[in-house]
């Protein structure tokens, strides 16, 4: 028996039956809101923070601060409380209130902004003061090395090394990156299929970032396609995982099973995977789940 750390990773893989009838075309989610804190983020969160930690970045004196658009934020709060070193968390101020309450709860002090990139430039100054220390999820390798040693394997196992298709939103890019990584080892040919949102959309957690904000953990050679994703059908997707598969997940997973099943009607065979990133109940009170 341990800590509620301990039980980062290793979840489910849930094959999705209700929405193609190729036999030879399989498609499982990756629950991601499986992990104590309720998303893919954990991973990264754990490993950037007991990596610092490790290599003595971080001091008794030390105060965290991160950006976040949420789900990071949450992990991180709760890793923070756990290894008792204090955070602020800063965030667009059209998060869910959700996400705000969920990591004040542990404890973190959030600070709200007009926007993520402004969320990011005011981390970063503030890092420059004495005793903050950034974790910077969008720079950090350690975000996509959680990836490497966990996420990658676990499906590598799980589906028995058939995987053909690994789908993820990309917003640090750090799930892909890693998984990209882990996967192109193990077989060349295992395609990497990126989402980002369509000009104009909304998606939380999946970003087309601006040139200047690009995450430099991103290499684009890293992934072999990616797929614009309307916000109606990041929507849409995410109603009838709940509706018809029982999945309650938020938008960007529902973004990441359209992706999916884009490539599930262009293939005769094959074994698709798409990270489910987070749980639904972080968006009740947005109009996700409304009409």
């Known amino acids: 028996m341990g800590n509620i750390i301990e039980t980062i990773g290793n979840t489910p893989l849930v094959e999705i039956t209700s929405f193609h009838d190729n036999p030879n075309v399989r498609i499982y989610a ?27 970045d971080i001091s008794p004196t030390s105060t965290l601060i991160e950006a976040t658009s949420g789900n990071t934020g949450i992990a991180l709060a709760m890793i923070a409380s ?41 981390a970063e100054q503030k890092a420059q003061q004495p005793n903050f220390f950034l974790l910077n ?13 966990t996420t990658g394997p676990e499906i590598w196992r799980d589906t028995e ?8 939103a990309m917003g640090t890019t750090g799930t892909i990156m890693g998984c990209s990584r882990f996967f192109k080892k193990q077989n060349e040919s295992i395609q990497i299929v990126g989402c980002q949102p369509t000009e104009g959309s909304s998606i939380p957690g999946i970003r087309r970032w601006p040139e200047a904000y690009l995450p430099k953990i991103f290499d684009p050679s890293r992934v072999d396609r990616i797929i614009d994703i309307d916000q109606a059908d990041a929507t849409k997707r995410t ?53």
């Open 30 to 56: 990756k629950m991601e809101g499986n992990n104590p804190a309720g998303s893919v983020k954990d991973r990264a969160a754990l490993n950037m923070i007991r990596s610092a930690l490790e290599r003595g």
């Open 82 to 122: 756990m290894y008792k070193v204090p955070i602020e968390l800063v965030m667009p101020s059209t998060s869910t209130r959700e996400r705000v309450l969920t990591m004040e709860a542990f404890g973190a002090k959030v600070t709200l902004l007009d926007s993520m990139e402004a969320s990011r430039d005011y």
């Open 137 to 149: 999820q969008f720079a950090n390798p350690d975000n996509y090395k959680a990836h490497i040693q």
């Open 161 to 168: 090394g058939r995987i053909t298709h690994f789908v993820s």
């Open 239 to 291: 109603r009838e995982l709940v509706a018809k598969e029982g999945i309650f997940v938020g938008m960007s997973t529902g973004g990441a099973f359209h992706a999916a099943l884009q490539v599930a009607n262009e293939i005769a065979e094959g074994v698709i995977v798409f990270i489910a990133c987070d749980r639904g109940d972080r968006y009740l009170s947005s109009d996700l789940f409304v009409g």
